[in-house]
């Protein structure tokens, strides 16, 4: 441990890593499935932002537009929509830490 | 298991000839095109054989693809969501076509002479019309509402006398196109028809053209016999004042139910179809389902409509009885039922399952299946027939 180089460079997103693995306080909530999950992105999302993600009725999906905003109001956006659009709450249907591995992989547009 | 299950689909694939069809004369009224979502593919089934013929490859991003026919039923014309415009020959199961004509597209429609094709976009918004023999640009007709601000167009159909209609988007319009000068489209403008206008369609004998609208409870008729056009709002706040559903699916308007003097259309963000007399154009009763309709298709002849759902419940499909208005039938195909089509005298109905990877057949009387075929997440399934009738 005390050999590692890079650890002043490192330890911080470790130890974030650790908190957010760790976060999903609400214990309980399954880990989330990444085929099921990136299915649901792919298709059902899909039907709205496109199945690239490169957009439709809804906005792209892409690293660059989502650039904007951080994980907590994308977390914020998929559990509870955006009233007055057709962005829907999917808060009866996916968990927060759902929402948090989906917004993950948007944002760093690594989707499997 | 699933493993070897694909292998053996994968060689299935292998087995189907590419350009099997071109020996030997054959008619194509019998013919369809099943999108492949995923993999960018369609398939050219025979409706009558109840089989695949051959594959189609290489056609872009077609999630949301559609497709509508020259008035001799050889060809298909599909759209695909990347803006990819793409003439195929069912006969030789080929391309002899493709044009990457926008940035992101919602459909499209063919005129009556069949010599126009026009696509809806997304990106950059507007209607784009086509030569429909050689994809050469005829037109181009921006969506600029009356805020002065690009839309999307959605709900592009058809009309009699080389006419389109379609609806814009995020500007809340309805605009009818004349392109009987090709080159110089004469366009009217309904201005202010409601709020966020998600799909439209038009009744087969081309006079009433409704757009279902997402913003508010309701829905925008025009009357294309009348003259001057007008816009007039029906249905109005359908859902009186309870709090919709969240909508995980925006249903569609394409290959609605039209049946005498009645039309079954999907109700936003409720577990309902509402019928209108298309006489009053009032309201003439409602149709519990199952979920959230997404498609509600007569059955030929309109005896029966058969209905799919939003997700999460889209497992599901019920058929409703069009005298009684009530649900006779409910069946589970599998996971995520996509899309129906019915043969052209609507004595079978194919049916996409995306999830399960299959196209299952059923008899339109019975219900009973029938048979089924193998495809890759299949969605859009579109039938030579459409290419006789107004609004497909």
Redesign the interface.
């Given at each position: 441990m005390q050999q590692m180089p890079g650890r002043s460079r490192l330890w911080p997103n470790a130890v974030l890593g650790l908190i957010v693995s760790m976060a999903p306080a609400s214990a309980g909530e399954a880990a989330p499935d990444p085929v099921k999950l990136t299915n649901l992105v792919r298709q059902d999302c899909g039907s709205c932002h496109g199945l690239t993600l490169k957009g439709g009725l809804g906005k792209p999906l892409t690293v660059e537009q989502l650039g904007p905003w951080d994980r907590d109001q994308l977390v914020h956006i998929i559990l509870d929509g955006i009233p007055g659009t057709p962005m829907p709450p999917w808060r009866p249907l996916l968990t927060e830490r759902d929402a948090r591995w989906i917004a993950d992989r948007l944002k760093q547009g690594n989707l499997p | 298991m699933m493993f070897a299950v694909r292998w053996l689909a994968a060689l299935l694939w292998l087995a189907i000839p590419a350009t099997g069809l071109a020996e030997g004369l054959r008619g194509t009224g019998n013919l369809g095109l099943v999108i492949e979502?995923?993999t960018g593919s369609v398939l050219i089934v025979d409706t009558g054989a109840r089989q695949t013929i051959g594959r189609v490859e290489g056609l872009g991003?077609?999630?949301?693809a559609s497709v509508v026919f020259s008035p001799d039923q050889r060809y298909g014309y599909l759209f695909g969501?990347?803006g990819g415009l793409t003439r195929i020959d069912l006969l030789t199961a080929s391309i002899v076509g493709r044009f990457v004509q926008a940035g992101?597209s919602?459909g499209g429609a063919i005129s009556d002479d069949g010599e126009l094709i026009a696509v809806s976009n997304?990106?950059p918004g507007g209607v784009r019309v086509f030569d429909a023999r050689t994809l050469a640009l005829v037109a181009d007709i921006p969506a600029l509402g009356a805020e002065g601000k690009a839309s999307?167009t959605?709900g592009l159909v058809d009309l009699p006398g080389r006419r389109f209609a379609f609806a814009l988007?995020n500007a809340g319009e309805i605009w009818i196109a004349d392109l009987s000068n090709a080159e110089t489209p004469a366009v009217t403008r309904l201005t202010g028809v409601g709020k966020?206008p998600?799909d439209g369609n038009v009744t087969p004998d081309g006079r009433h053209y409704l757009a279902g609208l997402?913003?508010e409870d309701g829905v925008v008729h025009v009357d294309m016999w009348q003259s001057p056009l007008k816009a007039a709002r029906i249905l109005d706040r359908y859902g009186h004042g309870e709090e919709p559903l969240?909508?995980?699916?925006?249903p569609h308007l394409e290959g609605w139910a039209a049946i005498g003097d009645r039309l079954l259309l999907p109700a936003v963000g409720r577990h309902e179809l509402i019928a209108v007399d298309t006489r009053s154009f009032a309201e003439a009763g409602r149709v519990a389902t199952h979920g959230q309709p997404v498609f509600a298709v007569a059955r030929p002849g309109g005896r029966h409509v058969w209905v799919n759902f939003a997700?999460?419940l889209n497992d599901t499909i019920d058929i409703v009885d069009t005298l009684t208005l009530k649900v006779i039938h409910r069946f589970a195909p599998g996971p995520?039922v996509l899309h129906m089509e019915f043969t052209p005298r609507g004595n079978e109905v194919w049916v996409s399952v995306?999830?399960a990877d299959r196209v299952d057949i059923y008899d339109a009387a019975t219900f009973a299946k029938k048979g089924q075929i193998s495809a890759q997440?299949p969605s859009g399934i579109f039938f030579t027939a459409r290419a006789t009738r107004i609004g497909q």
């Open positions: - | 979502r995923a991003d077609l999630s949301h969501r990347d992101n919602i997304y990106e999307k959605v988007y966020l998600y997402f913003g969240p909508v995980y699916k925006m997700h999460p995520a995306r999830d997440k």
